[in-house]
């Protein structure tokens, strides 16, 4: 007999707050959208978060205490980051290598801030997340971009080398690579850590999807390589794509060693107090790490039937192709765009089907993203099924109009 399904319900079509999301889901989302639109935009959750998490925040509310926490994080935040480093990504961090961080992107922003001078050179994934360019732009940094087949997800590795100039500081990976879902190969992680060894390279280690890979992929850390890459390896942990908890800001990254972790905090200015997380987000993101894995693993099942069920329609849509994300909740079809601009295409579906989706355009991605347009999965099967069926519509009635 199966076991009932305790979080079954939790991902159910009953499950998603509508109203509370028009009023609560920014960044592109519910409330941003006039109210007959769906969006499958931002890679942001349509569910509340789990028991456990909303227990320790409603605790520590009647609790009544919210002091100043230490600059580099709390002890228990540090701790757990420490542990769940060395557990789940095999990666062993003392809690001093651990900076909390008001987000992934905001410990992006950092990192790039104290490692790179104005004039550096960073190579990056084309396409990946426009946060890398954004940060390494912040930093007066330019980018180099590495090819990346936005169907496969493969990395033109052979052209890795041809990238390097006197100028290049950092390599940045992203992985599982948003957007493509590429989970990164043991071979290719390799090759990456090979340039930056050979190169002096540090390295900025973006994981914050690797708790959403579907068997049989596997996550594998290129700080897991050996100590001599953990050494290059300034790598980013978030709580917003596993746990849901974006809007709590909080984030950590686990530096190569504990002189390393004071350094940035220093640069980053949380020593003053000028910057830092709220003690309340490291509270709720110790419970996520510590009593959300049930919850956790529950989430991924029901990612992992929407990723099939999607994949499965977006197969039968004109002129398109579509691979199954290896990791991460987002899509990045290969779609007919009959002669339009990437932006002109999306304004369309939005305009005409209610439908909204992130172009694949340079501002998103880079350039490797032509010719794709973006979706998220992370709500529930009636919201994305009728998404689909407005993507569908949409591609079928601009094939009919394009002749
Ligand atoms: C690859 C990648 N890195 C970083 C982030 C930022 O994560 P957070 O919202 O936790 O700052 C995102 C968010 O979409 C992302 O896709």
């Given at each position: 007999m199966t076991p009932p399904?305790?979080?079954?319900?939790?991902?159910?079509?009953?499950?998603?707050?509508h109203e509370a999301l028009r009023r609560q889901a920014f960044n592109l989302r519910w409330a941003t959208q006039p109210a007959d639109v769906i969006p499958l935009?931002?890679?942001?959750?349509?569910f509340p978060v789990a028991p456990a998490v909303r227990e320790a925040i409603a605790r520590q509310a009647r609790q009544g205490l919210f002091c100043y926490g230490p600059a580099e994080g709390l002890p228990a935040f540090r701790d757990a980051c420490s542990r769940f480093s060395e557990e789940r990504r095999h990666c062993p961090a003392r809690p001093e290598q651990v900076l909390a961080v008001d987000s992934a992107a905001a410990g992006m922003r950092q990192v790039c801030a104290h490692l790179l001078r104005p004039g550096d050179e960073a190579i990056i994934f084309d396409?990946?997340?426009f946060l890398f360019q954004a940060a390494v732009e912040a930093a007066g940094g330019r980018v180099r971009r590495l090819p990346v087949?936005?169907?496969?997800?493969?990395?033109?590795?052979?052209?890795l080398e041809s990238?390097?100039?006197?100028r290049t500081r950092l390599l940045g990976i992203c992985n599982?690579?948003?957007?493509?879902?590429r989970v990164l190969r043991q071979e290719e992680l390799e090759r990456l850590a090979s340039l930056a060894l050979r190169h002096h390279l540090v390295i900025l280690n973006?994981?914050?999807?690797?708790?959403i890979v579907y068997p049989p992929h596997r996550f594998q850390s290129?700080?897991?390589?050996?100590p001599e890459l953990a050494a290059r390896c300034w790598t980013v942990h978030g709580?917003?794509?596993?746990?849901?908890?974006?809007?709590?800001?909080v984030g950590c990254v686990v530096t190569p060693d504990a002189a390393a972790c004071a350094a940035l905090a220093h640069s980053s200015l949380a020593s003053t107090t000028m910057s830092g997380v709220s003690t309340l987000s490291q509270i709720a993101a110790v419970a996520a790490l510590q009593e959300a894995d049930d919850w956790l693993a529950a989430w991924l099942q029901h990612l992992r039937r929407q990723r099939d069920l999607a994949v499965a329609e977006l197969?039968?849509?004109?002129?398109t192709r579509v691979r199954a994300p290896e990791g991460t909740y987002v899509l990045f079809p290969q779609v007919?765009?009959?002669?339009?601009?990437p932006e002109a295409l999306t304004a369309r579906l939005l305009e005409r089907q209610r439908l909204a989706v992130v172009p694949g355009s340079p501002r998103w991605?880079?350039?490797?993203?032509?010719?794709h347009l973006r979706l998220v999965f992370s709500t529930s099967e009636a919201i994305l099924r009728e998404g689909l069926s407005r993507l569908q519509r949409g591609l079928e009635e601009l094939a009919e109009d394009s002749g």
């Open positions: 399904d305790p979080f079954g319900e939790l991902f159910g079509d009953a499950s998603v707050p935009t931002a890679a942001d959750p349509d396409p990946v997340d087949d936005a169907l496969s997800g493969e990395l033109a590795l052979d052209q990238l390097v100039t006197p599982p690579l948003n957007p493509v879902g973006d994981e914050v999807w690797a708790d290129v700080a897991a390589l050996g709580f917003s794509k596993n746990y849901g908890l974006a809007g709590l800001r197969g039968t849509m004109p002129g007919d765009h009959r002669g339009l601009e991605f880079g350039p490797g993203a032509q010719g």
